[in-house]
C-alpha cells in the first residue's frame, strides 16, 4: 500500500467521521430543543399549578368571612 492510498483511506475515513459528528450534532439540536420546549411547558403548569393553589387558598379564607358577614346582615334585617 502506497502512502497515497493510506492517506486516502485515511481522509475517507475522517470524512466519515465528521459526517457522522454532523449527523450526531443535528440530533443533539433537535433533542434539545424539544427538551427546551418541554421544560417550558413544565414551568407554564407548575406556575400555573401555584395560580390555583393561591386562588384556592383565598376561597378557603374568605369564603367563610363572606359567609359569616351576610348571615349575620340577613339576620339582622
Known amino acids: 500500500m502506497t502512502s497515497e492510498e493510506l492517506l ?3 481522509d475517507e ?7 457522522k ?5 443535528d ?6 430543543g424539544r427538551v427546551l420546549t418541554a421544560e417550558e411547558k ?3 403548569l407548575s406556575t400555573w399549578r401555584a395560580e ?4 384556592i387558598k383565598l376561597l378557603l379564607v374568605i369564603g367563610p368571612i363572606l359567609g359569616f358577614i351576610l348571615s349575620y346582615i340577613f339576620s339582622k334585617l
Open 8 to 10: 486516502a483511506r485515511l
Open 13 to 19: 475515513r475522517q470524512q466519515a467521521m465528521d459526517q
Open 21 to 25: 459528528l454532523d449527523d450526531i450534532l
Open 27 to 32: 440530533q443533539t439540536k433537535k433533542t434539545n
Open 42 to 44: 413544565i414551568q407554564a
Open 52 to 55: 390555583i393553589k393561591a386562588q
